[in-house]
């Protein structure tokens, strides 16, 4: 053993500097999460303002309105003195691009995604009709404060609170409501000519995210919410094992407002063996723009990758087993069927995998990335746009009115079906009296051609 004035040996040198060395590395990254937490915490409100203006001009994808956005850099710094005003200067700021999908999301907004990405909804369970005049219940969520209370499909919203509704945005109630969580709120609803005064308590609700049920005929029938919730490919797949022996499946991708592409493309793969699903086209912060290919093979879902003209393979995503076959399958859409839900119809539709049925879509062809900021908010840019395996774009995402819809531009938005049916009135998806659920399956009993 050496003794206390002995000379240290090779290996005990090389023991002290890797010491040292894990010391250094351990004290470092003490020191970066300390400047990162400190950095969130104590961001200024101009700061804010100004993160939002950059990570917005680096992302968003259209460049004829940032021609102009320069101007928005310190417009308001003398100006913004709280959080309060950064949010409202950031909104005006935002709403200059034309692009409602461009947002700023406050700590309770991104406390709200969270939970949708968890499979929680918050409010009273009321979807609208932003379309109708006055707006209208378009349905009505399972297991929520506004099922509870009696509200139908149909029903007119004339009131909140005492708010006018025929002089406000669809998503001006939904707000009013969520920021009332836990508390009462006065709904006045018309229905047939008659005024119901009904009181609803907002709140947090779990959210079935799918239905599946075998329907007559030994037909699988699976009907998808939304794309939202982180874990619902293991639920789709869950639902499909319960399902597979079916002869045939019917997908219920009316209503569905899109989600993540991941998720969707995922689940996808259950239903197609090897094809193309979609190609997005995003802007890079260097100002170039890239092409990303999705193609399902049959091992994986591979991304071929192509910027500046030069092409790359890019990362392989896990992808599920094609539960299915070749068994037949129809897609059933409508004008609510949106982002990445169109992307789902049009990859099973144009790959000839399935028969679409319903109505012409939403036609939201754009995404967007999230970017976390200080003080628990949070910024979406539209920063891509993505085309089928056709190559169409679906369109800007931006509602139109029936009568634009009728227009030669209006007729490209969307995804066509291949057997056009209207919804009859007040139909509830799924349930009884759904017209276009029952043409599904008659054209999978062949009693439709």
């Not at 417009?75 to 700023?104: G, H, P, R, W």
């Not at 009696?150 to 945005?169: F, H, N, R, Y």
């Amino acid at each position: 053993m050496p003794t206390a004035n002995s000379t240290p040996t090779d290996k005990e040198r090389i023991r002290r500097r890797q010491i040292l060395v894990v010391s250094l590395s351990l004290l470092i990254s003490i020191v970066y999460v300390a400047v990162f937490w400190l950095n969130q915490l104590f961001c200024t409100p101009v700061e804010l303002y100004h993160r939002v203006w950059d990570t917005t001009d680096k992302y968003f994808y259209e460049r004829k309105p940032m021609e102009t956005w320069k101007q928005w850099e310190h417009k308001y710094d003398n100006q913004i003195k709280t959080q309060e005003d950064a949010e409202k200067y950031i909104k005006v700021m935002l709403k200059s691009l034309d692009d409602t999908f461009t947002c700023f999301l406050n700590s309770r907004d991104t406390s709200r995604q969270a939970d949708a990405h968890d499979g929680f909804y918050s409010g009273v369970g009321m979807v609208m009709n932003s379309k109708t005049h006055p707006i209208s219940v378009r349905r009505v969520m399972k297991g929520s404060p506004a099922q509870s209370a009696g509200v139908k499909p149909g029903d007119q919203i004339l009131s909140v609170d005492g708010i006018d509704c025929s002089k406000i945005e669809a998503t001006k109630i939904g707000d009013h409501t969520r920021e009332r969580m836990y508390h009462q709120v006065h709904f006045m609803i018309g229905r047939s000519g008659q005024k119901l005064d009904i009181v609803m308590v907002p709140q947090k609700i779990p959210v079935s995210s799918t239905t599946a049920k075998i329907l007559p005929g030994n037909i699988a029938y699976e009907r998808i919410e939304a794309f939202s919730r982180k874990d619902l490919p293991s639920i789709v797949a869950h639902d499909f094992d319960t399902l597979k022996n079916c002869r045939a499946l019917i997908l219920d991708l009316r209503g569905n407002g899109g989600g993540g592409v991941d998720l969707c493309l995922e689940i996808a793969s259950s239903m197609i063996d090897q094809a193309p699903l979609v190609s997005l086209r995003s802007r890079n912060p260097d100002g170039h723009y890239l092409t990303s290919r999705y193609i399902l093979t049959e091992d994986s879902l591979n991304v071929e990758e192509e910027l500046d003209g030069k092409a790359k393979m890019g990362p392989h995503h896990k992808r599920m087993n094609n539960v299915w076959g070749d068994k037949p399958i129809v897609v059933l859409v409508d004008e609510y069927t949106a982002s990445a839900a169109e992307m789902v119809a049009a990859a099973l539709g144009e790959n000839n995998r399935a028969r679409l049925v319903g109505e012409r879509t939403f036609g939201k062809g754009i995404a967007q990335l999230y970017f976390p900021l200080p003080m628990s908010t949070c910024v979406g840019v539209t920063a891509g746009r993505y085309f089928t395996p056709a190559g169409h774009w679906p369109g800007d995402g931006k509602d139109l009115t029936d009568a634009q819809r009728a227009t030669a531009e209006g007729k490209l938005r969307g995804i066509e079906p291949d057997v056009y049916v209207a919804a009859d009135k007040e139909l509830v998806y799924g349930e009884q009296h759904d017209n276009q659920l029952q043409y599904a399956q008659d054209l999978l009993l062949e009693k439709k051609r």
